[in-house]
């Protein structure tokens, strides 16, 4: 029984024991330091989609990343908003959440809206590009028009 016991004890001490650091390769690296490596992962990719080091992937995939993020933000408020019960003039009768999707596509008011939709989309996707160059880093979607002084 006492053996039992101080094999616990020992095993459990074992796991505050620090760990020896393995050696991360010279690609991985250059990302060490950037928004996102933080402690205890470091950089994190696990499935090694920027593995060869290349700082111009890592930008577009930053880049993606914001502004799918953006995007969802703005599809949670789109929802609680259409919940509470505000439609846009002309979608008074759509329903909301998932049941908006059959009515959409099935009556011309649906339609109306969709086009709407599309409508807005494209607007926002050129005027929320990098058309100029001015992005100071990736997903910097000002374009010069809005400087609060980051």
Do not use: C
């Amino acid at each position: 029984m006492k053996t039992a016991v101080f094999a616990t004890l020992l095993a459990t001490a074992a796991a505050f024991a620090p760990a020896a650091e393995k050696a991360s390769s010279s690609a991985l690296s250059s990302f060490k330091d950037d928004y996102g490596a933080i402690a205890p992962l470091g950089f994190f990719d696990p499935l090694g989609l920027v593995a060869d080091g290349e700082q111009e992937r890592f930008d577009r995939l930053r880049y993606v990343e914001l502004k799918h993020g953006r995007v969802s933000m703005l599809a949670v408020v789109g929802y609680l908003v259409t919940a509470a019960g505000v439609r846009f003039p002309g979608a008074s009768d759509v329903p909301d959440g998932f049941a908006a999707f059959p009515y959409l596509h099935t009556t011309e008011d649906g339609k109306t809206v969709l086009m709407q939709m599309l409508a807005f989309f494209a607007v926002a996707e050129m005027v929320n590009r990098d058309a100029f160059g001015l992005a100071e880093f990736p997903g910097d979607f000002r374009n010069g028009a809005l400087d609060f002084g980051w």
